[in-house]
């Protein structure tokens, strides 16, 4: 079985936003990759997130969120500031002033490296295991530009900065470790357990890869 056959699958890119209510009464938001229209009438959508997200937890109380679609002029610091740090850490919006907008729901939804959002409220939740699948109504919408939508694929090859391969010196012992391809975080160890989460950005087993680095 060839776990990269997963990569043939297409995914958007999202930024998700919230504001908590009881929990922290800040906004807050994080990196999806999974968000899809289900039905046009009435209009809804599917989004699914990560349970060890700050983001997940508010939008479990609150009910209510934007997704921002992110596009290909997105830079690679937009992907740092949602997706690589969690808001129970900090204030993700700080420093980030004239770069969004609140919609009619109260909450921001991003204007730069984006080119529509959506407004939506919670109807269903789905246990996933790992994730919790939100059905939502959707209450608003918005085209910002024509820029075409950036997918997983594009980002991987066009956005993220791709890592250095490590030099080992010749001589040198190695050893194995396996390393995120979506932000970097190191796992030591021959075997990477399949069930294995990036702590960082929260991606799967699926998105290491394995390298020799110097003992």
Not at 34 to 58: E, G, M, W, Y
Not at 159 to 170: L, N, R, S
Not at 190 to 204: R, T, W, Y
Request: net charge negative; aromatic share 10%.
């Amino acid at each position: 079985m060839d776990n990269k056959a997963m990569y043939s699958l297409t995914y958007g890119l999202f930024v998700l936003t919230v504001k908590g209510d009881g929990i922290r009464a800040e906004d807050n938001g994080c990196i999806i990759n999974t968000a899809a229209q289900v039905t046009s009438d009435p209009n809804r959508i599917s989004i699914c997130v990560n349970k060890n997200d700050f983001t997940h937890d508010l939008l479990v109380e609150d009910k209510k969120f934007n997704i921002s679609i992110i596009d290909e002029d997105a830079g690679f610091d937009l992907f740092q500031r949602f997706g690589y740090r969690s808001g129970r850490d900090g204030n993700k919006f700080e420093g980030f002033a004239g770069k969004y907008e609140r919609s009619a729901n109260g909450l921001i939804y991003v204007t730069e490296g984006t080119n529509a959002y959506i407004s939506g409220v919670v109807e269903q939740m789905i246990d996933l295991g790992t994730h919790t699948m939100f059905i939502a109504q959707v209450t608003d919408l918005d085209r910002l530009d024509s820029t075409p939508s950036a997918t997983y694929a594009y980002y991987l090859e066009h956005i993220k900065p791709k890592p250095e391969k490590p030099a080992v010196a010749a001589g040198k012992k190695t050893k194995t470790v396996w390393r995120c391809r979506i932000c970097g975080y190191i796992y030591e160890g021959e075997e990477l357990p399949a069930d294995f989460v990036c702590p960082i950005c929260k991606h799967g087993a699926a998105d290491f890869e394995k390298i020799e680095v110097e003992a």
